[in-house]
């Protein structure tokens, strides 16, 4: 581009446009950048705090960044500048890039639908079957998601990944539910057994009282009358209850001379005639 100044204009891209246009030009575009900084100060202030910090950060950005092009555009073509030739270049350049940055994009849509669709917020406990990964998400960028794994690694996810499978979230509600099977020996009394478990499980310091314990037989097995133990407790008490809930209920059973049987098989030898 070469600008030549001939009098009170300046030549640009072909057109001569005054000294006085691009004075107020400049003091629009000044005015612009005031007005993204104040939009998106606002935002921040009176709509940020529904939005998790991450969003509401880059929702801000894009106001902000959003309100500077619009001004800048509207400038250009208030001072007669012809961008059609350029637009029609950067319209075919940018269909090349698009081809090659297909799973950007794809990244890029997902983490604003994720934004907006909020499955979970930084902090939380999710699992992501679809990858078998289970961790404490950080947070939701632009183009990628962070979990925590509990090795204490960090784990990078394309947003595209996370939009387009189920996530489990263990975080999101007060209370969750554990459930456990165990099996007794069939010439044991099943209503003492139910009464023992129930007993033991409900002395446990973290399981709920309401939704109660729930115990039922579940299925006459080969080897055994299995029985599934139902229990809730706090969402954050997860290593307080499921990691010793077997260990209690076998302690009880013990304690009550329950037989927990394992599978055993009879082998009748046929006695062939001599």
Known sequence: M???????????????ISIDSIIIGIAIMAAGVVLAKIASVLFKKYFGPHFEENTSKNIGKGI???????????????QGIDLSGLMVAGGIFGIVIGFATQSVVANLVSGIFLMFDKPAKAGDVIEI????TTGVLLDIAIFSTR???????IMRIPNDKI???????YSR??????DFAVGIAYKENIGKAVS???????????????????VWTEQLGESSVNLRIYVWYPGDSFMEVVPTLPKVVKEALDKA?????????????RQLPT
């Open 2 to 16: 070469t600008d030549i100044i001939t009098g009170d204009t300046i030549n640009i891209f072909g057109h001569h």
């Open 64 to 78: 902000y960044y959003g309100i500077i092009i619009i001004t800048l555009l509207a400038v250009t073509t208030s």
């Open 129 to 132: 079957p679809a990858s078998n």
């Open 147 to 153: 979990l925590r794994l509990f090795d204490g690694t």
């Open 163 to 169: 939009f387009t499978t189920n996530i489990h979230n």
């Open 173 to 178: 509600l007060a209370a969750r539910r554990a």
């Open 196 to 214: 023992e478990i129930k007993k033991a499980i409900s002395e446990m310091p973290y399981v709920l009282v309401e939704p109660e314990p729930m």
């Open 257 to 269: 001379g329950i037989e927990i049987p394992f599978p055993q098989r009879t082998i009748w030898y």
